[in-house]
């Protein structure tokens, strides 16, 4: 297969042909790995594909840097806005209001999907419904304690009954990577939208984008494999 | 030959790595084990849930990274830079025996240059992975100035590119570790003769000044 012709020691550029194909094959990974991601991540599985690239587990992002710090003492839960009642919460209050508990997939919208995650705390209805929702309230906007970070939901969205005000994450507390001592859970839309280290519930006129919407994400995260494309619930917008 | 003895004396020790390319090769291994580490940490804390200082340590990979391609390009761009950039040729430029010997994984007959196809394969590998890394990490530290997809695909390439980069700096080392002149000429710059003639024919022939066609 070698031309005969060309002497032994003539030099062809193989190195730079190497060198530039590997660095176009990263480049198509970053332009297209999204989807190859989702085919390897669902044939891996658990177990040791949790270790390896591609494998199902949490990966921890966070806006700002770095994760806020709040000790169940100093946890406070503000719900506020077109309300009744406004309220204040403490970890303690929360705990004490009727629990629920539900095992749910999560699912990042970069691709990685970690199943049957354990969660405990209180419906977001149950919240809301304390409170007393005004009549011209549309939406919740959230807040988180790290400054940046901010999520919305629809009003018939909030209300779903598996959307959750979560302390409790397999059996432990929530820790502070993954939003606690209290985050937002939203099974079944994207990552993002389970806001974390929640500090405030404000009912509003309108939706207004949060965080990752702001930078292109779907207002309306729902999983259906092709970002929030489909709605699987059509009478919630 | 009698001639060309008496205007070359025979070199008892040949420069293979001058004081740049060594300044180089230790600076970068230096950062490149700050971003394994902290790559390590990162990578594997979050999955076994480890609360540590992660703000810092994302900085220490961050500003390593950044960093490591500034020693090489700064080898390359200077008058001091002559021996950088010829060993860039060399890896740059095979012979068909070369290739030969690349792809009967060393039974092909072959005068080895100043590297042997492994290592010339290695360098360029690392070369490219430390390209496709630094795309895809600063995709990752600046994804708000991308279209959103990118930061999924550089999440899975440069964890990929990682685990192959960390696979071939083991290969390397283990090299380093059973070749003790090899990893010597890393320190002191020198190889003998003997060496050479075993080693890399074609290279002594080159810097004797004998045409070896």
Redesign the interface.
């Known amino acids: 297969m070698?031309s005969s012709a060309?002497p032994?020691?003539?030099?062809?550029?193989?190195?730079?042909r190497?060198?530039?194909t590997?660095?176009a094959?990263?480049?198509a990974?970053?332009?297209?790995?999204?989807e190859?991601?989702k085919t390897?991540g669902s044939k891996l599985g658990s177990g040791i594909g949790?270790?390896?690239?591609?494998g199902d587990?949490?990966?921890?992002y966070?806006i700002t840097?770095?994760?806020p710090a709040i000790s169940n003492r100093r946890y406070r839960l503000k719900v506020h806005g077109l309300v009744e009642h406004p309220a204040t919460f403490t970890l303690g209050d929360l705990k004490a209001m009727p629990a629920t508990e539900m095992v749910k997939g999560f699912q990042c919208?970069?691709?990685?999907r970690v199943p049957d995650v354990p969660w405990k705390g209180v419906r977001l209805s149950d919240l809301l419904t304390n409170a007393g929702v005004q009549t011209g309230a549309a939406a919740v906007s959230f807040d988180s304690y790290d400054g940046m970070d901010s999520e919305s939901l629809t009003i018939d969205q909030a209300h779903l009954s598996d959307v959750l005000v979560a302390y409790e994450m397999y059996g432990e507390p929530v820790?502070?990577?993954?939003g606690g001592p209290v985050r937002l859970v939203v099974p079944q839309m994207y990552g993002y939208k389970s806001l974390k280290w929640l500090s405030g519930i404000r009912l509003v006129d309108r939706v207004e984008p949060g965080y990752w919407e702001q930078?292109?994400?779907p207002t309306n995260g729902w999983l259906d494999g092709t970002t929030g494309a489909t709605n699987p619930n059509p009478s919630l917008a | 030959m009698t001639t060309m003895t008496q205007q070359r004396p025979s070199l008892a020790t040949l420069l293979r790595f001058d004081v740049v390319q060594r300044s180089v090769h230790w600076i970068n291994a230096l950062l490149f084990g700050a971003l394994i580490v902290t790559g390590s940490a990162l990578y594997?804390g979050?999955?076994f849930?480890i609360?540590f200082a992660?703000?810092t340590i994302?900085?220490v990979h961050l500003y390593s990274g950044l960093a490591l391609p500034v020693p090489v390009l700064v080898s390359m761009l200077g008058p001091w830079g002559r021996r950088m950039r010829a060993d860039l040729h060399r890896?740059?430029?095979?012979?068909?025996?070369e290739?030969?010997w690349l792809r009967t994984l060393g039974r092909a007959k072959l005068v080895a240059d100043k590297f042997n196809p492994g290592q010339?394969?290695n360098a360029?590998?690392v070369?490219?992975?430390i390209?496709?890394l630094l795309?895809?990490g600063f995709?990752l530290q600046w994804f708000?100035f991308f279209?959103?997809?990118?930061?999924?695909?550089?999440?899975?390439?440069h964890?990929?590119?990682a685990?192959a980069i960390v696979a071939a700096i083991i290969g390397h080392v283990f090299m380093a570790l059973t070749h003790p002149t090899s990893l010597r000429s890393m320190f002191t710059g020198t190889v003998t003769e003997e060496w050479a003639v075993r080693h890399a024919p074609a290279w002594l022939a080159e810097e004797r000044g004998v045409n070896d066609?």
């Open positions: 070698v060309k032994e020691n003539a030099k062809v550029h193989v190195g730079r190497a060198f530039v590997l660095v094959l990263g480049a990974g970053i332009a297209f790995g999204a190859a991601q390897v949790n270790l390896l690239p591609g587990r949490f990966r921890i966070s840097g770095s994760y919208v970069t691709g990685w820790s502070r990577e993954h930078n292109g994400y | 594997f979050s999955f849930g609360v992660r703000h994302q900085m890896w740059s430029d095979w012979t068909r025996a290739i030969k010339k394969a360029i590998f070369g490219a992975t390209v496709v795309a895809s995709v708000r279209p959103v997809s990118w930061r999924d695909g550089a999440t899975v390439t964890d990929l590119f685990f066609d």
